[in-house]
């Protein structure tokens, strides 16, 4: 596997780390571009990768503002726009990267939440969406009633920060517990009070024109998630105009399926998809 990294700047004269992993010596079959969950980065799925590889594709990702090696204060944007806005320029990049290869956009969490509403906010020219525990329903904002209420009356301090998420929630295997905790580029604190507020808004957004989501879609998620509830992606499955569309449900799988026990099933999955 050959791998190679830069830097390209986005909006606000943010400077975004990117990376990429392609197969030694086979002609790929298609690009995925990858969308890191809340507070991690991109790196954390060169297992991925490598996967991929084996299989002929491609696989790039960024590292979202405030995040991983990408400048800005760590997690944290005033609206989900900054998001789009660098995933938009990524994918422009991956796409002079690989010319005429299919690019396909794989969203995890809080990063699938971005790449749901970047599809429906800007219609984009991509093969096909995968989303990993996406962040996203109408019912995961009403969830969030109680904090919208306390996240509003706490906005003359923006910068304040929420508790951080349980580390354990993310996988029942302990190795993968063990490095996301011990990774350097995994923010450990929680979101700033305006970021939660953009998320809530971003996800009301999305939830509010799912209609308008047309793409090839397939949607995966674990069904002992804690941290994204499963209703979201059962509604973008149900209400997504697309065409070819598939929801695939894991029975007792944590947050992160790509990083559960069961992970070889998933992303076999994904590639069958593919």
Known sequence: MVTGSGFFDSTGGRHIFEQWWRPDNAQPRGVVAICHGFAEHGGRYAEVAQYFADRGYVTEALDLRGHGRSDGVRVHVRSFNEYLNDLDRFLTNVRLRNPGLPVVLLGHSMG?????LYV???QPDLAGVVLSGPAVGSDFVKLSGARRLMLKAMAVAPRLRLPS???TAVS???????RYEEDPL?????????????GVRAIT?????MEQFSLPLLIVHG????????????????????SDKALKLYEGLYHEVLNEPERLEVLGDIVSWL
Do not use: C, K, N
């Open 112 to 116: 699938g939440g971005i790449a749901a």
């Open 120 to 122: 429906i906010a800007r």
């Open 165 to 167: 998420l349980p580390a």
């Open 172 to 178: 029942r295997d302990p190795e993968v517990v063990r």
């Open 186 to 198: 995994v923010f450990r604190g929680g979101s700033t009070i305006a970021h939660a507020m953009a």
């Open 205 to 209: 957004r999305a939830s509010r024109d």
């Open 223 to 242: 069904t002992a998630d804690s941290l994204v509830p499963v209703a979201g992606s059962e509604e973008l499955y149900r209400r997504a105009q697309s």
